[in-house]
């Protein structure tokens, strides 16, 4: 069931973009573009290698790397951000509203990934170099940047610290079958979710859509207030996610041009 509930919500999503978000009459050139599509993967080849490396590497450091590193560790450093955030997340497990929970859910496990696939193959198709170079670029470095805290500073999520029941579970049953075959309980410092979420807004709004763009950024909103809703992160992941992705905005913005 939840495999048709994201399929639709995707292929909404996707009708959507289409009509109402890209330029006028956008999807009159799909035919044109699929006819092209070797060689505009061609043009575009080194930042889809980029991309398609990161997200190999992390599916590969999910399923092998990490819970070795993890059971030799031995240790779960939530407790030190326990110490001092207390249970402000925590709170809000215990304060769902049903109606909310749904939506935010359906933010963080539909709407989000759609960002994540649609956003580079908009960047390809409409040919913007620099937005999909940006793309690329502040992913790898994000990676970089916090591939060593999860391999060696595992902090567990909010909801599996506290033992309490997944939101994600609750409202799509089945569904962390396929979340937890991306990401790990203990990937929490710092929160990728936050840190793409701020690079995608970002590297849209290079391509000057402002309809794209707007609805970027409010997915960027509500994924970020999702995270905590939803008691998967903590605050301290989502500070350190967001200053993360201003910094690499600041090293692209500075190094990536036209």
């Known amino acids: 069931m939840w495999l048709v509930i994201l399929g639709i919500t995707n292929l909404v999503l996707l009708i959507f973009s289409l009509f109402f978000l890209l330029p006028k009459d956008s999807y009159k050139k799909i035919p044109s573009l699929l006819e092209n599509i070797f060689q505009i993967i061609n043009k575009n080849l080194i930042p889809l290698i980029i991309i398609f490396f990161v997200v190999a590497f992390h599916l590969f450091e999910v399923k092998f790397i990490d819970p070795v590193v993890t059971e030799l560790i031995g240790h779960n450093y939530a407790n030190i951000i326990v110490g001092f955030e207390n249970g402000v997340v925590h709170w809000f497990s215990q304060n769902w509203t049903p109606g909310i929970l ?32 940006s793309l690329a670029y502040g992913l790898l470095l994000i990676y970089i ?8 500073v595992p902090i567990t999520n909010v909801y599996t610290y506290f033992n309490i029941d997944s939101a994600l579970e ?46 970027s950024y409010f997915v960027m909103i509500f994924v970020i207030i999702s995270v905590i809703y939803l008691s998967i992160h903590w605050i301290t992941d989502v500070v350190t996610g967001g200053l993360l992705s201003l910094a690499v905005i600041f090293i692209l913005h500075r190094y990536i041009r036209n």
Not at 145 to 152: D, G, I, N, Q, V
């Open 145 to 152: 940047f916090a591939l060593p805290f999860y391999l060696f």
């Open 102 to 133: 749904h939506f935010f859910v359906l933010i963080y496990i539909g709407i989000y990934p759609f960002t994540l696939w649609f956003s580079p193959l908009y960047f390809v198709f409409s040919d913007n170099k620099r937005a999909l170079k």
């Open 170 to 215: 609750t409202v799509l049953p089945g569904v962390e079958t396929f979340f937890y075959s991306t990401t790990t309980m203990n990937n929490c410092l710092p929160s990728l979710h936050t840190a793409m979420t701020i690079l995608i807004a970002y590297t849209v709004s290079l391509t000057g859509n402002k309809r794209l763009a707007y609805f």
